[in-house]
């Protein structure tokens, strides 16, 4: 249970309201949770895909993959326990991360330049 109390007066007021948390807030934290962890099965889908029919360097992009894809779902997981804190608490402050979407993108970024300038000099190689 919060530690707040459930009538809340507004400053310049003298009547307390109920302060109410909405489920559609509930609701909204779940759907981008399970959002993200569609994201990360497809990419470790195509991780397996890789690991299995591929070559050497398929192998090193499956590697790359499933670490992205572990990584967003450890994301998913911790931001949405952190939104469904703060939403429990009653926080008035924004439940929009910056940062961990931009990390991730730029992981699956890298996996995929690694995954293709590998694949270059092994053809250059051949």
Known sequence: MSSQPLLQATPGKRIAL?????PKVFFANERTFLSWLNFSVLLGG??????????DVGRIAATLFTGVAMAA??????????RAKS???????????RWGP???AAALAAAV???FVLRVV???GN
């Open 46 to 55: 195509l991780a397996i895909g890789l690991l299995n029919f591929g070559d």
């Open 113 to 115: 330049v690694v995954n």
């Open 73 to 82: 779902m450890l994301y998913a997981l911790v931001t949405f326990h952190w």
């Open 87 to 97: 939403i429990r608490r009653r926080g008035q402050a924004g439940f929009d991360d």
């Open 122 to 124: 092994k053809e250059g």
């Open 102 to 104: 931009t990390v991730l």
């Open 18 to 22: 109920p302060v109410r948390v909405e």
